[in-house]
C-alpha cells in the first residue's frame, strides 16, 4: 500500500495516473507520516520517506527526508523486497 500526504481523492488520482495495483491512501493531516518520525520542517516543508514493513508488522526499511525528490529510493526499496523484506 501507499500512503500520500493529500486527500483520499489526491490518493485515487495518483492511483489512476500510475496504474497501481495496490491501495493508496490519503493522509491530510500528516498522522500517519509523524507515526513514523517524519516531521514539519522550519514549519512549511513535510519530511518525505519511505518504509517497507513485512508481513509480521516489523519495519525493515526507512528512509526519511526533508528533500522529496530523494523520497523514494526505489532501488533501496526493491533491494530490500527482494531480500524478503529484512
Do not use: C
Not at 520517506?49 to 526505489?74: F, S
Not at 530490500?80 to 529484512?86: A, I, K, M
Amino acid at each position: 500500500m501507499a500512503i500520500g500526504p493529500g486527500s483520499e481523492q489526491s490518493a485515487a488520482r495518483l492511483k489512476k495516473l500510475f496504474k497501481l495495483r495496490y491501495p493508496v491512501f490519503g493522509d491530510p493531516r500528516a498522522t500517519v507520516y509523524g507515526l513514523f518520525g517524519l516531521r514539519r520542517v522550519l514549519a512549511i516543508v513535510q519530511q518525505s520517506g519511505a518504509a517497507v514493513i513485512d508481513r509480521e508488522g516489523v519495519i525493515t526499511y526507512l528512509h526519511r527526508t526533508a528533500n522529496p525528490q530523494d523520497a523514494l529510493r526505489i532501488k533501496e526499496i526493491i533491494g530490500t523486497l527482494e531480500r524478503g523484506g529484512s
